[in-house]
């Protein structure tokens, strides 16, 4: 496995406490797991749940593999393994005790090493319901800067691994959120979508925390989607403690707290002290809470490393609870079993229809600094999604087996959700784990999709013998290098992950010269145009190859296909540079004016237009021992007041052609960017190039992108909840409570997963950018958005990572390129306006993959294995609606696969895009024949007609919203396959298929 290591050397503690549990008895555990194994509480008294459990980061101050063996000792005392020995054993050793684990990762890492007889142990005790399995997920994911798309993926993978090793008791239904920084509304829809009944989170805004304990409102039903209705409301819980005990209760051995003495002939006696301030602190946090119940987070960060510390002192923190205090009745629990209780109590419940971004700590101290932290390792995030989906799609498609290596590649993405992974919120040596990590599975990845496609195109009747030619793999093409375009003569086999067929710009690294473009499946010339690489490019810190030119053309490839072009060198060539000042195509006009800042009008909209600039703030620098001496960070940003212009030392270029028009503008030394308009195309391409970010001057830069518009945007803005709804925002402004900001650039950042957009009501005009990696964006003016694109800071944050995020590659700054997309217009006709842009936001997501095969000069001699019909194929028999994606495709197990179709538009969105949808599925696919379908929940890992969610009681005086009901559960065999789809809603399959053939 990709992350198995020699087992280091560790403490002497934690080896004495390794082993202990060597020597199991055997039992057979009749099944009495999940409500049904709850303990009874006392409805006269306050019922005290404790919760033991621990918080275990998969990496942040340590990597994932030294967490695990427990290694580094020096940077944090913590190791994974012997907090799962040490709490098997605690847990054998007193029936009556409990304990709750959440990171998959880990606990999947652990269960490869154990004996049979240890299995058995973890088995009956999860079948007891006294080892909960809670979240599930492969890791605890952040909520802010992930996309739905790969959080639908670490659930299903996580749940998969405790479906089959452990079985139904196994299964979670509660959402535990204790440690991200804010938490999404998407992320509370996908949990009520996956089953769950509930969800615990730890973090939230001060200011809304003490509201919400004034109004007693910790508890409530948040209402997850405006599209799903009551499908997707989940109760939710914020905790009191945001997970740690009581002030005075920690018992671990990280921890200083007294323990409880009970030696009457000690000294240090201190049991009716300890019992006293227990019932006082208990009852303090009772008085913010609805019910009789409360619930006590008994653990912290790697805590139960030795795990009879805190299980001791639990046992006596209840038996004389029990025996000194009537009023209160103090056992172990668990998150379900609290959320039962709770349930009984048979109350009505506030609500909440928003999220809870941006989260502060305190008035200096906004968490909005890793929305945009380490950008590239966001971007590769992003990439590992592509690489994956294509990866699994081609396997379902084509039947290739490569289950181990896909099983590392889901595991590995995983790992990238946890919320100190593409946050940007690790150490530089984890940053740098995790980048290991994603790049050999995407390594594997692409050898997938090579054998997959090479398979694809032999699986054809007329083919005479099985072609060998290689297919290779570009990994840096976003810095316009590939070893293998270099050749004169070469084929580009492009995959589309995308369920419609696209016509995309390909951009192809090459020598300078003239060439030729053949489409092979019907031996078609294909427009092309050579473009300089500009010079900011071409010295990137790293980049090793000698291309200096790009090869443009548009390629149409079909869905979930590929298709095959032929390009040749025919001779040496210059590109024209055009001295005009302006380019332009049927729908922009771009020119750059005397301050060297772009201008952009609308040709179509007269009354439409905007400008771009770069800009940057300086950030905070303080001791932060004092909140109003808060550093920005790798967490929070935290800009000094006035924002501060780029000065423009540079100049432009301009090339003009029949496929693109590029300006290529050199700002400063350090900051450049490529406008681009594309024949036909109605976006306009920003590829921006930030970096190495100067801090010679001692000065850390937070710098931004800023497109000024003259809509009349009313001081909101709208930005997208993980990839996927869309949420209005208002400047200086929170729908639950009056919000009060110290910091109002930080206080006004959101989380720009793929989208931001603005409207102007009376002009019917909309301005959309979208971003291919998540960033921290805002509308400061009305008009504007802006967008950080890369930060890079002097001073820690103190939040706990030790270190300044002063990332350097190649022994310089790092240099960062990314790309935006500007959209916008009139949406007069809504329909068509909304269908290119959520067309090209997928497009953004899941970009086609290029493979190149080097050709002889003699070129046709190459192809004569395949005729053109085998060099373009698609996966789908027939087209989809446009308002219909398919989300998931990918082989599951027994001769199935999985299946997930989504509706990518929400309610009231258009007119007609909006409105349910009916396809038949039986035919859907080109390579095999659907036999039986049968639905599960979003996770797939329970028959949908078998989930039965918790039902909970919504106060009178809220809006009564309409009972939304799914559709009905879907069960076919052999008959004719119809699935139905809502607004926004996401629907998920096993099923059976047969290769077709062919």
Same mark, same amino acid.
């Given at each position: ?66 967490? &695990? ?85 670490? &659930? ?104 409880? =003495? ?75 079993? &609290? ?87 690790? $150490? ?26 090479? $398979? ?40 589309? %992950? ?9 951009? +192809? ?24 690489? %500009? ?131 050199? +700002? ?29 001057? $001692?000065?850390? $830069? ?112 790092? +240099?960062?390129?990314?790309?935006? &997309? =500007? ?146 559960? +879907? ?28």
């Amino acid at each position: 496995m990709w992350f198995d290591v020699l087992v280091p050397l560790v403490s002497f503690l934690l080896l004495f406490t390794y082993g202990e549990a060597a020597s199991i008895p055997r039992r057979t555990v009749t099944k009495t797991c999940g409500y049904e194994a709850c303990p009874a509480v006392d409805s006269k008294k306050l019922n005290v749940h404790l919760v033991a459990h621990t918080h275990d980061d998969v990496g942040w101050l340590k990597t994932v593999d030294q967490y &695990y063996f427990g290694s580094r000792t020096r940077i944090q005392k913590a190791g994974v393994q012997y907090i799962l020995d040490s709490v098997i054993k605690a847990l054998l050793d007193n029936p009556d005790r409990r304990f709750i684990y959440v990171e998959t990762a880990f606990l999947w890492k652990w269960w490869l090493r154990q004996n049979e007889e240890t299995k058995e142990a973890v088995r009956n005790l999860i079948n007891e319901g006294r080892l909960e399995i809670i979240g599930g997920g492969w890791s605890m994911n952040d909520e802010a800067v992930t996309h739905y798309h790969s959080l639908v993926d670490q &659930y299903t993978w996580g749940f998969r691994r405790l479906n089959d090793t452990f079985g139904s008791c196994a299964r979670p239904h509660i959402g535990w959120q204790i440690d991200p920084f804010g938490h999404s509304r998407e992320q509370a829809s996908l949990f009520a979508q996956l089953g769950f009944d509930g969800m615990f989170f730890g973090r939230l805004d001060y200011q809304d925390k003490e509201r919400r304990l004034q109004d007693k409102a910790m508890e409530f039903v948040w209402k997850g989607s405006s599209n799903l209705g009551s499908r997707a409301n989940l109760f939710t819980v914020a905790l009191f403690n945001t997970y740690s005990p009581p002030p005075g209760f920690c018992f671990d051995i990280l921890c200083a707290d007294e323990p409880i =003495i009970d030696d009457p002939s000690s000294p240090d006696y201190n049991v009716r002290e300890r019992i006293e301030q227990f019932s006082a602190s208990v009852q303090r946090q009772a008085a913010f809470y609805k019910t009789n119940n409360i619930i006590l987070t008994m653990g912290e960060d790697f805590n139960y490393q030795h795990a009879e510390m805190w299980f001791t002192n639990l046992d006596r923190l209840i038996r004389y609870s029990k025996e000194m205090n009537t009023e209160i009745n103090v056992f172990y629990s668990t998150p379900s079993c &609290y959320l039962k209780a709770v349930n009984q109590a048979n109350i009505q419940w506030s609500t909440k229809t928003d999220d809870f971004f941006p989260y502060a700590s305190d008035p200096h101290s906004y968490w909005t600094g890793f929305f945009s932290s380490r950008p590239t390792i966001k971007f590769f995030e992003r990439v590992g999604n592509n690489i994956l989906q294509i990866s699994k799609q081609l396997s379902a498609l084509t039947n290739v087996k490569y289950d181990e290596e896909l099983e590392y590649f889901r595991e590995a993405m995983g790992v990238m959700q946890h919320h100190d992974a593409v946050t940007g919120t690790e $150490k530089q040596l984890v940053a740098d784990d995790y980048a290991r990590i994603l790049y050999e599975n995407i390594q594997q990845g692409t050898k997938i999709i090579s054998e997959a496609i090479r $398979k694809w195109k032999a699986r054809k009747y007329e083919v005479l013998e099985q072609p060998t030619q290689e297919m290779y793999s570009c990994m840096q093409l976003n810095i316009s290098s590939c070893p293998y375009t270099e050749d004169e003569h070469f084929m580009l086999t492009i995959y589309n %992950p995308l369920s419609f067929t696209i016509n995309t710009p390909m951009r +192809v690294p090459v020598q300078e010269g003239k060439y030729t473009i053949v489409d092979l499946s019907d031996n078609s010339d294909i427009r092309s145009q050579l473009v300089p690489i %500009p010079t900011s490019v071409t010295v990137i810190p790293g980049r090793e190859r000698n291309t200096t030119h790009e090869l443009v053309f548009l390629a149409t490839i079909p869905a979930l296909g590929y298709n095959s072009y032929k390009i040749v060198k025919l001779s040496k060539g210059t590109p024209q540079i055009d001295e005009a000042n302006f380019i332009e195509n049927e729908f922009y006009h771009i020119s750059v004016d005397k301050n060297n800042q772009v201008s952009v009008r609308w040709k179509k909209e007269k009354n439409m237009n905007l400008t771009q600039t770069f800009q940057y703030y300086e950030g905070a620098e303080g001791n932060n021992e004092k909140s109003e001496n808060r550093s920005s960070g790798a967490y929070i940003f935290r800009p000094k007041n006035v924002i501060h212009n780029l000065e423009s030392t540079g100049s432009y270029k301009m090339y003009k052609g029949s496929v693109v028009q590029e300006i290529h503008q050199k +700002v400063n030394n350090w900051v450049s960017q490529v406008i681009r308009l594309y024949n036909t195309k109605e976006y306009i391409e920003f590829e921006w190039l930030v970096g190495p970010i100067p801090v010679e001057d $001692k000065i850390g $830069k937070e710098v931004v992108t800023k497109y000024r518009s003259n809509l009349n945007s009313a001081g909101e803005f709208y930005t997208d909840s993980n990839g996927r709804e869309m949420l209005k925002r208002k400047r200086n402004y929170r729908p639950t409570w009056k919000v009060q900001l110290d910091e109002e650039v930080s206080g006004n950042y959101y989380p720009v997963t793929s989208k931001i957009f603005l409207k102007d009501e009376e002009k019917s005009l909309k301005l959309s950018v979208l971003t291919d990696r998540t960033e921290g964006g805002s509308s400061m003016e009305d008009g504007e958005i802006e967008l950080m694109v890369h930060r890079r800071l002097l001073r820690d944050d103190a939040f706990g990572v030790g270190e300044a995020l002063n990332e350097s590659a190649f022994g310089e700054g790092l +240099v960062v390129r990314g790309t935006h &997309y =500007i959209f916008g217009g009139s949406v007069s006709n809504l329909d068509e306006f909304m269908i290119k842009e959520k067309s090209l936001t997928l497009q953004t997501l899941l970009r086609p993959w290029t493979f190149i095969t080097p050709m002889r000069e003699n070129s046709a001699s190459d192809n004569e294995n395949y005729l053109p019909s085998m060099l373009k194929k698609s996966g789908l028999a027939k087209a989809l609606p446009p308002n219909v994606h398919i989300l998931t495709l990918e082989p599951w197990k027994d001769d199935t696969v999985l299946l997930r179709l989504e509706h990518i538009f929400e309610v009231g969105e258009t007119e007609n895009l909006s409105k349910p949808v009916e396809i038949n599925i039986q035919d859907l696919f080109s390579t095999f024949i659907i036999l039986s379908v049968e639905e599960t929940t979003l996770g797939g890992n329970q028959w949908l007609a078998d989930m039965n969610r918790m039902k909970w009681e919504i106060e009178t005086n809220d809006i009564l919203e309409k009972e939304e009901n799914s559709s009905q559960p +879907v069960k076919v065999e052999e008959q004719m396959i119809n699935i139905l789809l809502k607004p926004m809603e996401i629907r998920t399959f096993v099923v059976k298929i047969a290769v077709r053939n062919v």
